[in-house]
């Protein structure tokens, strides 16, 4: 399944643990190893992934980006007290992602409240969706990605008012 160094959180790794996914009919697929989880979900033949990966694994990679439609970003909504004011950033590479799809509404906009384990955007790197949860509680107070946007490893995504 894996190569040499069976680490199944390879691209390689991930390939064949997708295509065995297809092949055998399976919806849902979690797996832990050295402190990394991965989790993949298929869905009408299409595979979502959430990949928590401890920060040394993670490896920039480039992304082209898609033609998908630019959703505008919200106006900044002045603070008081920038010690409030935290910034949700890019944990990978990829492209950045308000909604599930296109028709959707987005995950969160201004003056949405968010907690920890609210699903804030979606980045897809390598052709896996993985759902960014805000890790923080709060207001959001600005949307600093717009729908389409390719993003780096570190990109501020949001800010939010964490009072």
């Known amino acids: 399944m894996a190569e040499k ?10 390939r064949s643990l997708v295509e065995l996914m297809k092949e055998n009919d399976v919806s849902e697929l979690d797996l832990e190893q050295k402190g990394s989880r991965l989790s993949l979900r298929r869905t009408t033949g299409a595979v979502t992934s959430v990949v928590e990966v ?6 920039p990679q480039t992304v082209a980006p898609t033609n998908a439609p630019a959703a505008p970003a919200a106006p900044a909504a002045p603070a008081k007290d920038p010690d409030r004011l935290k910034t949700i950033k890019a944990p990978m590479v990829g492209v950045f992602y308000a909604s599930s799809s296109p028709e ?9 409240v968010v907690t ?35 993003v780096e490893y570190g990109s501020p995504l949001f800010r939010v008012d964490v009072r």
């Open 116 to 150: 920890p384990e609210k699903t804030v955007c979606i980045i897809e790197a390598m052709k896996v969706f993985n759902d960014i949860p805000a890790e923080i509680s709060g207001k959001i107070v600005e949307v600093l990605a717009q729908n389409g946007d390719p």
């Open 5 to 14: 160094n069976d680490d199944v959180f390879d691209l390689n790794g991930i």
């Open 104 to 112: 959707a509404a987005p995950f969160v906009k201004v003056g949405d």
């Open 54 to 59: 401890a920060p040394q694994a993670v490896a």
